[in-house]
Protein backbone atom coordinates (compact mmCIF):
# COMPACT_ATOMS: atom_id res chain seq x y z
CA UNK A 1 0.00 0.00 0.00
CA UNK A 2 1.28 3.95 -0.83
CA UNK A 3 1.34 5.88 2.14
CA UNK A 4 3.53 8.28 4.38
CA UNK A 5 5.76 6.07 7.40
CA UNK A 6 7.03 8.56 10.02
CA UNK A 7 9.66 7.54 12.46
CA UNK A 8 10.10 7.21 15.62
CA UNK A 9 6.75 7.32 16.76
CA UNK A 10 7.75 8.86 20.12
CA UNK A 11 11.27 10.46 20.80
CA UNK A 12 13.13 12.06 23.66
CA UNK A 13 15.55 14.60 23.09
CA UNK A 14 17.97 16.00 25.61
CA UNK A 15 19.12 19.32 26.32
CA UNK A 16 21.61 20.34 23.74
CA UNK A 17 20.99 17.53 21.42
CA UNK A 18 19.85 17.42 17.83
CA UNK A 19 17.21 14.89 16.56
CA UNK A 20 16.24 14.07 13.69
CA UNK A 21 12.69 12.97 12.56
CA UNK A 22 12.37 10.71 9.56
CA UNK A 23 9.55 11.02 6.51
CA UNK A 24 9.54 8.57 3.82
CA UNK A 25 6.64 8.44 1.03
CA UNK A 26 6.22 5.66 -1.80
CA UNK A 27 3.38 7.61 -3.22
CA UNK A 28 5.89 9.51 -6.12
CA UNK A 29 4.73 12.40 -4.79
CA UNK A 30 6.88 15.63 -5.48
CA UNK A 31 6.21 17.93 -2.71
CA UNK A 32 6.52 17.18 1.04
CA UNK A 33 5.77 19.29 4.18
CA UNK A 34 6.67 19.25 7.77
CA UNK A 35 4.27 21.03 10.13
CA UNK A 36 4.18 21.50 14.14
CA UNK A 37 0.78 20.97 16.42
CA UNK A 38 0.90 21.97 20.05
CA UNK A 39 -1.68 20.85 22.11
CA UNK A 40 -4.93 21.80 21.02
CA UNK A 41 -3.72 23.85 18.47
CA UNK A 42 -4.13 23.55 14.61
CA UNK A 43 -0.84 22.64 12.26
CA UNK A 44 1.60 25.28 11.52
CA UNK A 45 4.36 24.71 8.37
CA UNK A 46 7.66 24.44 9.58
CA UNK A 47 9.74 23.78 6.25
CA UNK A 48 8.09 22.42 2.52
CA UNK A 49 9.84 21.32 -0.87
CA UNK A 50 8.25 21.18 -3.99
CA UNK A 51 10.66 19.23 -5.87
CA UNK A 52 14.48 16.86 -4.94
CA UNK A 53 17.07 19.09 -4.09
CA UNK A 54 15.34 22.26 -2.96
CA UNK A 55 13.18 23.44 -0.27
CA UNK A 56 11.62 26.88 1.25
CA UNK A 57 11.10 27.85 5.05
CA UNK A 58 7.40 27.87 6.36
CA UNK A 59 6.17 29.22 9.29
CA UNK A 60 8.02 28.59 11.93
CA UNK A 61 11.15 27.12 10.37
CA UNK A 62 13.53 28.40 13.30
CA UNK A 63 15.41 26.33 15.41
CA UNK A 64 14.35 23.25 12.59
CA UNK A 65 16.42 22.43 9.52
CA UNK A 66 15.22 19.65 6.63
CA UNK A 67 17.41 18.18 3.68
CA UNK A 68 15.90 16.67 0.33
CA UNK A 69 18.32 14.47 -1.42
CA UNK A 70 16.06 12.01 -2.90
CA UNK A 71 12.30 12.35 -4.07
CA UNK A 72 11.37 9.56 -1.09
CA UNK A 73 12.85 11.07 1.95
CA UNK A 74 12.21 14.44 3.62
CA UNK A 75 13.91 14.33 6.96
CA UNK A 76 13.67 16.87 9.94
CA UNK A 77 15.98 17.85 12.12
CA UNK A 78 15.12 19.67 15.66
CA UNK A 79 18.15 21.39 16.78
CA UNK A 80 19.44 22.38 20.46
CA UNK A 81 18.25 26.08 19.20
CA UNK A 82 14.56 24.98 19.11
CA UNK A 83 13.93 26.03 22.63
CA UNK A 84 10.44 24.73 23.07
CA UNK A 85 10.28 21.37 20.66
CA UNK A 86 7.58 19.38 22.57
CA UNK A 87 4.95 19.00 19.94
CA UNK A 88 3.50 16.69 17.51
CA UNK A 89 5.51 16.34 13.98
CA UNK A 90 3.44 15.87 11.02
CA UNK A 91 4.82 15.40 7.39
CA UNK A 92 2.79 15.67 4.69
CA UNK A 93 3.22 14.70 0.83
CA UNK A 94 1.18 16.38 -2.20
CA UNK A 95 1.09 15.33 -5.61
CA UNK A 96 3.43 18.66 -6.43
CA UNK A 97 3.45 21.66 -4.76
CA UNK A 98 1.54 23.65 -7.14
CA UNK A 99 -1.79 22.11 -7.86
CA UNK A 100 -4.77 21.88 -5.64
CA UNK A 101 -4.21 18.38 -4.02
CA UNK A 102 -5.22 17.61 -0.65
CA UNK A 103 -2.36 16.74 1.08
CA UNK A 104 -1.48 12.93 2.62
CA UNK A 105 -0.28 12.78 6.23
CA UNK A 106 1.57 10.24 7.81
CA UNK A 107 0.97 9.16 11.16
CA UNK A 108 3.12 11.67 13.21
CA UNK A 109 6.07 11.58 15.79
CA UNK A 110 5.60 12.74 19.38
CA UNK A 111 8.95 14.59 20.88
CA UNK A 112 9.14 15.35 24.03
CA UNK A 113 12.35 16.79 26.24
CA UNK A 114 14.00 14.76 29.02
CA UNK B 1 -2.89 37.10 3.49
CA UNK B 2 -4.72 34.05 4.06
CA UNK B 3 -6.63 32.96 7.18
CA UNK B 4 -8.77 30.01 8.26
CA UNK B 5 -11.49 30.79 11.29
CA UNK B 6 -12.90 27.82 13.66
CA UNK B 7 -15.10 29.49 16.09
CA UNK B 8 -16.06 26.06 17.58
CA UNK B 9 -13.21 24.65 20.03
CA UNK B 10 -15.87 21.83 20.86
CA UNK B 11 -19.08 20.43 20.08
CA UNK B 12 -21.77 17.85 21.15
CA UNK B 13 -23.96 15.76 18.98
CA UNK B 14 -26.52 12.80 19.36
CA UNK B 15 -25.47 9.41 17.87
CA UNK B 16 -27.54 9.38 14.77
CA UNK B 17 -27.79 12.92 14.32
CA UNK B 18 -26.81 15.44 12.13
CA UNK B 19 -24.00 17.92 13.30
CA UNK B 20 -22.60 21.20 11.44
CA UNK B 21 -18.51 22.69 11.70
CA UNK B 22 -18.34 25.57 11.21
CA UNK B 23 -15.40 27.22 8.52
CA UNK B 24 -14.79 30.81 6.90
CA UNK B 25 -11.95 31.79 5.45
CA UNK B 26 -10.74 34.71 4.15
CA UNK B 27 -8.51 35.47 1.03
CA UNK B 28 -8.43 38.26 -2.11
CA UNK B 29 -7.43 35.60 -4.61
CA UNK B 30 -10.33 34.02 -6.62
CA UNK B 31 -8.79 30.70 -7.22
CA UNK B 32 -8.33 28.27 -4.21
CA UNK B 33 -9.26 25.31 -2.58
CA UNK B 34 -11.06 24.12 0.74
CA UNK B 35 -10.38 21.05 2.79
CA UNK B 36 -11.62 19.21 5.55
CA UNK B 37 -9.55 16.89 8.02
CA UNK B 38 -10.27 14.47 10.35
CA UNK B 39 -7.96 14.05 13.35
CA UNK B 40 -8.47 10.75 15.33
CA UNK B 41 -7.02 10.50 18.82
CA UNK B 42 -4.35 8.55 17.57
CA UNK B 43 -3.23 11.38 15.70
CA UNK B 44 -3.27 10.89 11.73
CA UNK B 45 -4.93 13.15 9.79
CA UNK B 46 -7.37 11.97 7.47
CA UNK B 47 -8.53 14.10 4.16
CA UNK B 48 -12.65 13.88 4.14
CA UNK B 49 -13.47 16.17 1.51
CA UNK B 50 -12.13 19.02 -1.04
CA UNK B 51 -14.37 22.41 -2.46
CA UNK B 52 -13.10 24.33 -5.40
CA UNK B 53 -13.57 27.85 -5.46
CA UNK B 54 -14.83 27.61 -8.67
CA UNK B 55 -17.21 24.83 -8.49
CA UNK B 56 -20.84 25.35 -8.72
CA UNK B 57 -21.86 22.53 -6.84
CA UNK B 58 -21.65 21.49 -2.78
CA UNK B 59 -18.76 18.42 -2.52
CA UNK B 60 -19.99 15.50 -1.30
CA UNK B 61 -18.64 12.16 0.13
CA UNK B 62 -20.65 9.78 1.69
CA UNK B 63 -21.76 11.12 4.81
CA UNK B 64 -19.93 14.17 4.75
CA UNK B 65 -20.81 17.63 2.28
CA UNK B 66 -19.67 20.87 2.39
CA UNK B 67 -21.87 23.54 2.69
CA UNK B 68 -20.23 26.20 0.54
CA UNK B 69 -21.35 29.67 1.08
CA UNK B 70 -18.60 31.68 -1.37
CA UNK B 71 -19.95 35.13 -0.74
CA UNK B 72 -20.07 34.90 2.73
CA UNK B 73 -16.74 32.96 2.89
CA UNK B 74 -17.86 29.95 4.47
CA UNK B 75 -17.33 26.17 4.02
CA UNK B 76 -19.13 24.35 6.70
CA UNK B 77 -19.07 20.84 7.12
CA UNK B 78 -22.09 18.59 7.69
CA UNK B 79 -21.77 15.07 9.17
CA UNK B 80 -25.25 13.08 8.83
CA UNK B 81 -26.00 10.13 10.85
CA UNK B 82 -23.29 10.66 13.67
CA UNK B 83 -21.68 7.85 14.20
CA UNK B 84 -19.74 6.98 17.56
CA UNK B 85 -16.40 6.55 15.22
CA UNK B 86 -17.27 10.43 14.36
CA UNK B 87 -15.48 12.08 18.04
CA UNK B 88 -12.24 13.74 16.53
CA UNK B 89 -10.95 16.80 15.92
CA UNK B 90 -11.76 18.15 12.77
CA UNK B 91 -10.23 20.97 10.70
CA UNK B 92 -10.68 23.01 7.90
CA UNK B 93 -7.40 24.23 5.44
CA UNK B 94 -7.05 26.31 2.44
CA UNK B 95 -4.76 26.28 -0.22
CA UNK B 96 -4.32 28.61 -3.10
CA UNK B 97 -4.57 27.09 -6.31
CA UNK B 98 -0.83 28.14 -7.83
CA UNK B 99 0.52 27.06 -5.04
CA UNK B 100 0.07 23.89 -2.44
CA UNK B 101 0.94 25.82 0.85
CA UNK B 102 -2.21 24.93 3.13
CA UNK B 103 -3.44 27.10 6.21
CA UNK B 104 -4.99 25.32 8.64
CA UNK B 105 -7.30 26.42 11.11
CA UNK B 106 -7.54 25.79 14.51
CA UNK B 107 -9.97 22.89 14.67
CA UNK B 108 -13.16 21.79 16.19
CA UNK B 109 -13.42 18.76 18.51
CA UNK B 110 -16.26 16.90 18.29
CA UNK B 111 -17.75 14.69 20.41
CA UNK B 112 -20.78 12.26 19.55
CA UNK B 113 -23.07 10.71 22.52
CA UNK B 114 -24.28 7.15 22.59
Not at chain 2, 24 to 35: A, C, E, I, V
Not at chain 2, 85 to 113: E, I
Request: glycine share 8%; net charge neutral; hydrophobic share 30%.
Amino acid sequence: DGGITQSPKYLFRKEGQNVTLSCEQNLNHDAMYWYRQDPGQGLRLIYYSQIVNDFQKGDIAEGYSVSREKKESFPLTVTSAQKNPTAFYLCASSIDGYSNQPQHFGDGTRLSIL
Amino acid sequence: AQKITQTQPGMFVQEKEAVTLDCTYDTSDPSYGLFWYKQPSSGEMIFLIYQGSYDQQNATEGRYSLNFQKARKSANLVISASQLGDSAMYFCAMTLYNFNKFYFGSGTKLNVKP
